[in-house]
């Protein structure tokens, strides 16, 4: 079964003005849930923002959350 992995970055402050948070898939689908969920945690490590106000959610093919840092705190796998 395919999933998708839903990217949520917190507002950041960049010289001065204020960025609003982005929300983005990651472009690719992955086999497994375990696949999903560690490229979810290696491109939060990737981005350069504090991992602790990302979140990160993982979608089967029919849209259904199937997994989220949320509940452990962003940041947290």
């Known amino acids: ?3 998708t ?5 917190p507002p950041v402050r960049i010289d001065g003005a ?3 948070s982005r929300m983005y898939q990651l ?3 992955f086999s497994t849930l375990a696949e999903a969920k560690e ?3 290696a491109h939060i490590g ?3 923002l504090d991992p ?3 979140l990160y959610t993982v979608f089967d093919r029919e849209g259904f959350t199937v997994a989220s840092n949320a509940d452990q705190g962003a940041g947290a796998g």
């Open 18 to 20: 204020e960025q609003a």
């Open 5 to 9: 992995v839903e990217i949520t970055t």
């Open 46 to 48: 990737g981005l350069g």
């Open 52 to 54: 602790a106000g990302i």
């Open 39 to 41: 490229a979810a945690i």
């Open 27 to 29: 472009p690719d689908p």
């Open 1 to 3: 079964m395919p999933y």
